[in-house]
């Protein structure tokens, strides 16, 4: 089973960047972390948790929700990280971010829903604010 760690949130100003990052636990093998699509999910409180990105365990299909596209970028590297990079951000994009590895190796059948993803990380705030 795949243990993450996210790191990155923050407070930024309308218009500016942050990095998030997700990486394997150190219990979690790179020869298990990079066979899983990746995800990144987002949730105000008393809200749903909603997709944001994913990307597919050979890194060569990515997917955003339509409130992020042409702003988000989400990749993966060779040190069993993912990262999503948020530019432009926008007062909505406050939120608890969340990172989530596919519930199966290989290909997942829907890299937006959340219930193909699980487990899921501690969360990071990212508030977005003047």
């Known amino acids: 089973q795949v243990e993450l760690v996210e790191s990155g949130g923050g407070l930024v100003q309308p218009g500016g960047s942050l990095r998030l990052s997700c990486g394997a636990s150190v219990r979690t093998s790179s020869s298990i972390f990079d066979k899983y699509a990746m995800g990144w999910f987002r949730q105000l409180p008393g809200k749903e948790r909603e997709f944001v990105a994913s990307?597919?365990?050979?890194?060569?299909?990515k997917y955003y929700s339509a409130s992020v596209k042409d702003r988000f970028t989400i990749s993966r590297d060779n040190d069993n990280t993912v990262h999503l990079q948020m530019n432009s951000l926008k007062r909505e994009d406050t939120a608890v971010y969340y990172c989530?590895?596919?519930?199966?190796?290989?290909?997942?059948?829907?890299?937006?829903?959340?219930?193909?993803?699980?487990?899921w990380g501690q969360g990071t705030q990212v508030t977005v604010s003047s």
């Open positions: 989530a590895a596919g519930r199966r190796p290989n290909t997942i059948t829907d890299y937006r829903a959340l219930s193909e993803f699980g487990p």
């Open positions: 990307i597919t365990w050979t890194g060569g299909q």
